[in-house]
T-cell receptor
Framework: GAVVSQHPSRVICKSGTSVKIECRSL??????MFWYRQFPKQSLMLMAT?????????EQGVEKDKFLINHASLTLSTLTVTSAHPEDSSFYIC???????????FGPGTRLTVT | RKEVEQDPGPFNVPEGATVAFNCTYS??????FFWYRQDCRKEPKLLMS???SGNEDGRFTAQLNRASQYISLLIRDSKLSDSATYLC????????????FGSGTRLSIRP
């Protein structure tokens, strides 16, 4: 149980384009999903908390207009990196909590490279 | 001060050894504690939750010390496959489900 999928696993795009990443909870309903970013040899950095049916809550320093989050259903959240630049290249990972249990289960991550 | 702090390591120990990591947290209101394992270029995977009374899962033992605000992970009879980065995670006190991760402790087991 508690499987989270993420798509795509890897994407290469040109500077200035937008990229959408999907995060799905496959066998449970996730009222809350989280988006993280991890640069090489660094820790996971929480970007935003996504609640189904409401606006995402962004961490300090994360631009909400650049990283658009939509949590349309209890099993799907999307992160759109708008007008991507090379400095946005990173490993983006989503996670979801199973209702009533606070451990987070992670998707396999999306490696974004902006050229 | 960081919300969650870990010794980055690396810890380099021989197979069969016992190794322990600590992780300190700053928010005394935190209620949920976890250890995750992350392999290179992969997502973190939940290793175990940490309960107030301490808990054990096979070769792994987790402890919580609320007074000193730290959690620990003990690995006995370490295997080559235990080589990974171990992340501790603590919920941000005011939000039960928002979890903050430490920067991780790298463990390398040598034959």
């Amino acid at each position: 149980g508690a499987v989270v999928s993420q798509h795509p696993s890897r994407v290469i795009c040109k500077s200035g384009t937008s990229v959408k990443i999907e995060c799905r909870s496959l066998d449970f309903q996730a009222t809350t999903m989280f988006w993280y970013r991890q640069f090489p040899k660094q820790s996971l950095m929480l970007m935003a908390t996504s609640n189904e049916g409401s606006k995402a809550t962004y961490e300090q320093g994360v631009e909400k207009d650049k990283f658009l989050i939509n949590h349309a259903s209890l099993t799907l959240s999307t992160l759109t990196v708008t007008s991507a630049h090379p400095e946005d290249s990173s490993f983006y990972i989503c996670s979801a909590t199973d209702r009533g249990y606070y451990a987070q289960y992670f998707g396999p991550g999306t490696r974004l490279t902006v050229t | 001060r960081k919300e969650v702090e870990q010794d980055p390591g690396p810890f380099n120990v021989p197979e069969g050894a016992t190794v322990a990591f600590n992780c300190t947290y700053s928010n005394s209101a935190s209620q949920s504690f976890f250890w995750y394992r992350q392999d290179c270029r992969k997502e973190p995977k939940l290793l175990m939750s940490v309960y107030s009374s301490g808990n054990e899962d096979g070769r792994f033992t987790a402890q919580l010390n609320r007074a000193s605000q730290y959690i620990s992970l003990l690995i006995r009879d370490s295997k080559l496959s235990d080589s990974a980065t171990y992340l501790c995670a603590v919920n941000r006190g005011s939000s039960a489900s928002k979890i903050i991760f430490g920067s991780g402790t790298r463990l390398s087991i040598r034959p």
